[in-house]
Every structure is written in structure tokens, then in C-alpha cells.
């Protein structure tokens, strides 16, 4: 049976800070068919300093606020709301994830919500303190890699294992880092726990600039799951990272893309996203095992397509079977054209008439 992937359908900040508003968001994902609903959990402060300014893609798409700052704390979820969110999604059956962009709110999620699972962001790939704490849960990981090289995708995993490896000091220097990589314990906790998601940081990102084929350049070197973690418009990206081997897509929606707030132009309607949840359900029952064998159901059609030696023209016994008198023509119930060269040249047996199969 073909791999499930995971369809992890990203509520983000999409519920412009309104409890309301991000239960619709579930009950959209639920009627998807998503595998479970994705938010995002953070403290404000912590997250931007005062004067951090906006992306520009924030700046075209989100309200009049003008610095980071002032935006995400509008975008703000509070305990109680992340609660009541959470029982939402375990009384419409599916599940709730969020990704924690501060230690304190990895430790809410972890220990007041008690989340199965956490994803990294990526712009925190390279918050080495937020990771090394991530990984101390041992709790599986979703870490995104946008905007990152492959070394950089390395020295997170490094942090990660070191992490997962059981240490509860903090490394002394890198090379504590990269002997936890490289260790077998560390290489196993990473298989184990960790999933990356190949993924380029713009909204929308560019079709030329998605680069697909880094899925297959980030399971080469680090031998772990990837999937994919889409910022383009549409949803035919990521039924293509499906198609070639992402185990998991992660895809922003939204109720109304028309909404003010920095992600909902570059998110999918809720039909979008049932068509996307369609399409790679369709997909994985397409991909198959990759052995080439004939499917049962074609196999009632091998002899309608497929032919066999006939009569070009009425033969008579003792005549000299050659390229002039044999042809080869459906159905394919009698001798194989394959055993065309071995009869040239042997002499008929019997009488035949045109069209008739050939059986010696």
C-alpha cells in the first residue's frame, strides 16, 4: 500500500486573532479531509523586538500596523483561546498542531495542551536555543527549512540531535554539535523524531523559484522524511511535491483570501483545499509500488490489444511461411509476434485461410 501523506492544512495566524474565526478555519480543514488543522503560538514580546520592521509581502497584505510588532500582537492567541481551539478540534476528530516560536509557548503547548507533535518554523532554523529546548521534549519534529542552505539545515539537525540524544546542558562548541550528528544514537533519534519540510519563504512564492528537486537533495543528505511546505498560489505545486516523494504537504488556507492580515492572499479558499486533500488522496492510490508488472485491471485487455501471427493472404499446406503471407494482427490469443523471425522460412503444415492464426 502507497505511503499515507500527511495534509496538514495551515490555519497559521489566518484567524486574524478571533476564537470564532479559527473554529471556522477547523471545521473548513474538517471538511477537507486534512489530516489535522496547524496554528501558530507565540508571545509577542518575545517574538519581534519593538522597531522590527515588516516583510514587504506583510506590508502589502496586512493592516496599517507599522511594524511587526504591532501586527503580531493583533494576531495574538491567548491560553484560554489556544484551549478552547484545542477542544474544538479533538470534538470535530482532527487533530491540532501549532508551531511555538518561544521557549514559553513550547512549554504551553507541551505541557498545558500537551501537543503530539511540534513544528520549527523556519526562521527559527537558526535559533539554536529554541531548538536545543524543542528537542529536549522528545516529541516528534516538523522543521521547516526556508530560506536555509544545506549546512544550515545540518548545524539545526546537529542541535536537534544533541537535543533528542538526552543532554540537558547546553553545548560547549559546535564540535559537541556535530559529534551528536554524526553519533549512531543521534543519526537514530533523527530518523526517529524528525521530519523536514523543504519550503521557500515568500508570499507567493515564484513558480521558478520553488525548486522542487531540493525535496530530493535534503533526503540524499540526511536520509530523513521530507515533505513540503507550500507558499505559491494554487494547488498544483504541491500535488507535484506529492508526486515525486514529499510524506508530507503543508499548505496556508483561509476563509477569505480578500481578509486583511499578512497570509491570506498566498492561502487556499476552502474548496482549494478540498481539492488539494482530493488530489493527493488520488495520488497515493497512483503511485503505487513502482514494480512493473501488469495491474489486474488491464489484464482483460491484454489479448483485445495485443496481437498474433496470422494469414496475410490464404496459405496452402506445403507452402513456405515469409515476410509475403504472415502478418501480425489483434487479437493477441495465438502464437506471439515475438516467434515472427522463427517461422519465416518453415514450411505449412495445413490450409489456412486470411486472418486465421498461425499455430505452428
Known amino acids: 500500500m502507497s505511503q499515507h501523506i500527511e495534509i496538514i492544512a ?44 515588516k516583510a514587504e509581502y506583510q506590508k502589502a497584505s496586512s493592516g496599517l500596523e507599522a511594524t511587526q510588532l504591532e501586527m503580531i500582537k493583533r494576531l495574538e492567541l491567548s491560553e484560554e483561546d489556544h484551549l478552547a481551539i484545542l477542544m474544538y478540534c479533538k ?20 505541557e498545558k ?10 526562521g527559527d532554523i537558526t535559533n539554536a536555543p529554541l531548538l536545543f529546548a524543542v528537542a ?3 516529541k516528534p519534529l516538523i522543521l521547516s527549512t526556508g530560506m536555509s542552505t544545506l549546512g544550515e539545515v545540518e548545524s539545526a539537525l546537529s542541535v536537534l540531535a544533541y537535543g533528542l540524544c538526552g543532554n540537558q546542558a547546553p553545548p560547549n562548541c559546535s564540535e559537541d554539535l556535530r559529534a551528536a550528528f554524526y553519533s549512531k544514537e543521534g543519526q537514530r533519534m533523527l530518523q526517529e523524531q524528525v521530519t523536514i519540510l523543504h519550503c521557500v519563504t515568500e508570499y507567493p512564492a515564484p513558480y521558478e523559484d ?48 480578500s481578509f486583511a492580515g499578512p497570509d491570506h492572499k498566498a492561502s487556499l479558499d476552502p474548496y482549494e483545499l478540498k481539492e488539494l486533500v482530493i ?21 482483460k485487455n491484454s489479448n ?20 509475403e503471407n504472415l502478418e501480425t494482427k489483434r487479437p493477441g ?28
Not at 24 to 39: H, S, T, W
Not at 217 to 242: E, N, Q, W
Not at 338 to 351: M, N, V
Open 10 to 53: 495551515e490555519a497559521g495566524v489566518n484567524h486574524n486573532g478571533s476564537v470564532e474565526l479559527a473554529k471556522e478555519l477547523v471545521d473548513a480543514a474538517v471538511a477537507a479531509g486534512a489530516d489535522c488543522v496547524k496554528f501558530q503560538t507565540f508571545k509577542g514580546e518575545k517574538l519581534a523586538a519593538r522597531f522590527a520592521a
Open 91 to 110: 470534538k470535530k476528530n482532527i487533530r491540532f498542531l501549532s508551531t511555538p516560536f518561544d521557549i514559553e509557548s513550547m512549554h504551553f503547548l507541551v
Open 113 to 122: 495542551l500537551q501537543v503530539d507533535q511540534l513544528k520549527i518554523a523556519s
Open 136 to 138: 529536549q521534549t522528545h
Open 210 to 257: 520553488l525548486n522542487l528537486s531540493a525535496i530530493h537533495t535534503l533526503k540524499h543528505a540526511f536520509k530523513l522524511p521530507v515533505g513540503f511546505s507550500d507558499h505559491s498560489l494554487g494547488i498544483y505545486m504541491p500535488i507535484a511535491a506529492a508526486a515525486i516523494g514529499a510524506t508530507v504537504i503543508e499548505k496556508h488556507f483561509t476563509l477569505d483570501k
Open 279 to 299: 488530489a493527493i488522496r488520488q495520488l497515493e492510490k497512483a503511485r503505487g509500488n513502482g514494480i512493473k508488472i501488469p495491474q489486474s485491471s488491464e489484464l
Open 304 to 323: 483485445v490489444a495485443r496481437r498474433s501471427i496470422v494469414a496475410g493472404k490464404k496459405i496452402c499446406k506445403g507452402d513456405i511461411f515469409s515476410t
Open 333 to 360: 490469443t495465438g502464437l506471439s509476434p515475438f516467434l515472427y523471425w522463427s517461422i519465416l522460412g518453415k514450411i505449412s503444415e495445413r490450409d489456412y485461410e486470411i486472418d486465421e492464426e498461425i499455430s505452428a
